[in-house]
C-alpha cells in the first residue's frame, strides 16, 4: 500500500502543482482585473454589475449591443439634423429631383448650393430647418442669377435673410429689402431702383409667404417665371419698366390675392391670358408700353374691383368687349395708341365711377354713344385720332358738368361743340377740327383748333 502511494504521489503532485500555478494565474488575473474595474465602474455604477459573475458578463454584452444599436438608429435619423457640409446633400431638400452632377459649376444655382454649404455660418440643418434652408437657397439664387447690382455686399451675410438690406440709388440710403413675418418668412421683397440685370429665377416662386415683390426700374430681361403662380399670398407685383420678355404666364391666374400687377414698360409680348380673370381682388392692371397683341379677353368683365385699367401703348385689336360695362368701380380706362376697332360699346355707359376715359390713337368707328353722357365723373374725354367716328358730340356728352379735358380731333365728326357745358368753365382744354379753310366743326370756344393736311398729319394751333 504503501509503494502504491509513493508511485501515485509524483502524479498528485505534479496535479497539484499544475493547481498551485493555476490559482497563481488566477490570482494575478483578479489582481488586474481589480485594477481595472474601480474606473469601469465608476462610469457605469448605475448600469452595470461585477462582471466577475456570470450574470453580470451576459448583462454587460446585452446592453452594450443595445448602446451601439440605439446610437447607429440615431445617427441614421438624425442624418439631416447635422450641420450642412455636402452639396448633394442639401440639394436633396432644395432641389428635389435634379442630377445636380448635370449643373454647371457656373451656374446660379450651384452657387447657391455652394454658399449655404460652405460660406453661410448659420449652421442650419436640414432636419430643423427646411423652410429657412429653401428660403435662403432662393434668395442666394437670385442674388447670383441678377448681377451685383447695388447689393454693396449687404446680402449673403451670416445674419438671418431678414435683415439683409439694398442700397437705394434715389435717396442714396440703405433700406431692408426684405421683410419677414414672426415666423420669418419672407413677405416682402422689396428692390426697386436696384441696377440689377439678368433674369428672375423661377427659384422665386420657393417664397411661399411672399405679399409685396417690388422689382420696378431695374434691367431685367428675359421671362416672367411661371413659378411666379406659386406665390399664391402675393398681393403686389410691381415688374414696370425693365426689359422683361415673352407673354404673361397663364399661372397668373393662380395669384388669387393679387392686388397691383404693373407690367408696364417692359418687352412683353402675345395676348392677355384669359386666366386673368380669376385676379377678382384686383386694384390695378397696367400693361402700357409693351407690344401685347390680339382682344381684350372678356374675362376681363370678372374684374369687378377694377379700379385702373391701362392697356395704352400696344398693339391689342379687336373691339371692345361689352363686358367692360361690368367694372363699376372703374375710374380709370386707358386703351390710347392700340388697333381697337369696331363702335364704342354702349355698356362704357355703366362705368359711372369713370374719371379718365382715353380712346385715343385707334380704329374705332361709328357714333360716340350718347350713354357717354351718364358718366357724371367724368374729368378727361380723347377721342382724337379715330378718323372712322363719324356724327356729331351727342348732347349727353356736351351737357356733362364734370368735363375738364376733351379732345376729338382728327376724326370725322362733325357739328358744332359751342353749347358744351365745358365752354362756360373758366379753365378748360377743348381740341377739336375746327382749323383750316373748311373746318369740320365750328368751336368758337375750343382752347385748339386743328387741321390736317393732304399727308394725314394733323396740326393744333391755339384759337
Not at 41 to 59: H, M, N, T, W, Y
Not at 284 to 309: A, C, H, K, R
Request: charged fraction near 20%; include cysteine.
Amino acid at each position: 500500500m504503501e509503494e502504491t502511494d509513493q508511485q501515485h504521489k509524483p502524479l498528485l503532485l505534479e496535479s497539484q502543482k499544475d493547481a498551485v500555478v493555476e490559482h497563481a494565474s488566477q490570482e494575478e488575473a483578479d489582481k488586474q482585473h481589480r485594477t481595472f474595474q474601480p474606473m469601469f465602474l465608476e462610469s457605469q455604477e448605475d448600469i452595470f454589475v461585477d462582471e466577475r459573475a456570470p450574470i453580470g458578463k451576459v448583462r454587460f454584452g446585452l446592453i452594450a449591443l443595445l448602446v451601439l444599436a440605439i446610437a447607429a438608429v440615431i445617427a441614421f435619423c438624425n442624418n439631416g439634423s447635422q450641420p450642412l457640409s455636402d452639396i448633394d446633400l442639401l440639394a436633396t431638400v432644395v432641389m428635389p429631383g435634379v442630377d445636380i452632377s448635370n449643373l454647371n459649376e457656373t451656374t446660379p444655382q450651384y452657387r447657391a448650393l455652394e454658399w449655404l454649404a460652405y460660406n453661410d455660418t448659420r449652421a442650419l440643418t436640414i432636419k430643423n430647418d427646411a423652410t429657412e434652408l429653401l428660403e435662403r437657397f432662393s434668395l442666394a439664387t437670385f442674388y447670383y442669377s441678377v448681377g451685383r447690382g447695388y447689393f454693396c455686399n449687404d446680402w449673403l451675410t451670416i445674419s438671418s435673410h431678414c435683415d439683409w438690406v439694398y442700397f437705394d440709388c434715389d435717396e442714396y440710403s440703405f433700406h431692408h429689402s426684405i421683410r419677414c413675418d414672426a415666423d420669418g418668412r419672407v413677405t416682402i421683397l422689396h428692390l426697386e431702383s436696384n441696377g440689377l440685370v439678368g433674369r428672375i429665377p423661377s427659384e422665386i416662386g420657393h417664397l411661399k409667404q411672399l405679399e409685396y415683390l417690388y422689382l420696378q426700374y431695374n434691367k431685367f430681361s428675359g421671362p416672367i417665371p411661371s413659378e411666379i403662380g406659386n406665390l399664391q399670398q402675393l398681393k403686389h407685383l410691381y415688374l414696370q419698366n425693365n426689359k422683361l420678355s415673352g407673354p404673361i404666364p397663364s399661372e397668373i391666374g393662380h395669384l388669387q390675392q393679387l392686388e397691383y400687377l404693373l407690367l408696364d414698360g417692359n418687352e412683353l409680348s402675345g395676348p392677355i391670358p384669359s386666366e386673368i380673370g380669376h385676379l377678382q381682388q384686383l386694384d390695378s392692371l397696367e400693361l402700357g408700353l409693351n407690344t401685347f397683341s390680339g382682344p381684350i379677353p372678356s374675362e376681363i368683365g370678372d374684374l369687378q374691383q377694377l379700379d385702373s385699367l391701362k392697356l395704352g401703348l400696344n398693339t391689342f385689336s379687336g373691339p371692345i368687349p361689352s363686358e367692360i360695362g361690368n367694372l363699376q368701380q372703374l375710374r380709370s380706362l386707358y386703351l390710347a395708341s392700340n388697333k381697337f376697332s369696331g363702335p364704342i360699346p354702349s355698356e362704357i355707359g355703366h362705368l359711372q365711377q369713370l374719371l379718365n376715359l382715353y380712346l385715343a390713337s385707334n380704329n374705332f368707328s361709328g357714333p360716340i354713344p350718347s350713354e357717354i353722357g351718364h358718366l357724371q365723373q367724368l374729368t378727361t374725354l380723347e377721342l382724337q385720332n379715330n378718323i372712322g367716328l363719324t356724327g356729331t358730340v351727342p348732347v349727353e356728352v356736351g351737357q356733362l358738368e364734370s368735363i375738364m379735358q376733351a379732345v376729338f380731333s382728327n376724326t370725322s365728326l362733325t357739328g358744332g361743340l359751342d353749347d358744351l357745358a365745358l365752354c362756360k368753365k373758366r379753365y378748360f382744354t377743348l381740341r377739336a377740327d375746327c382749323g383750316g379753310l373748311n373746318p369740320k366743326i365750328t368751336c368758337e370756344c375750343c382752347t385748339q383748333c386743328c387741321r390736317t393736311d393732304e399727308n394725314g398729319h394733323t396740326r393744333c394751333d391755339p384759337d
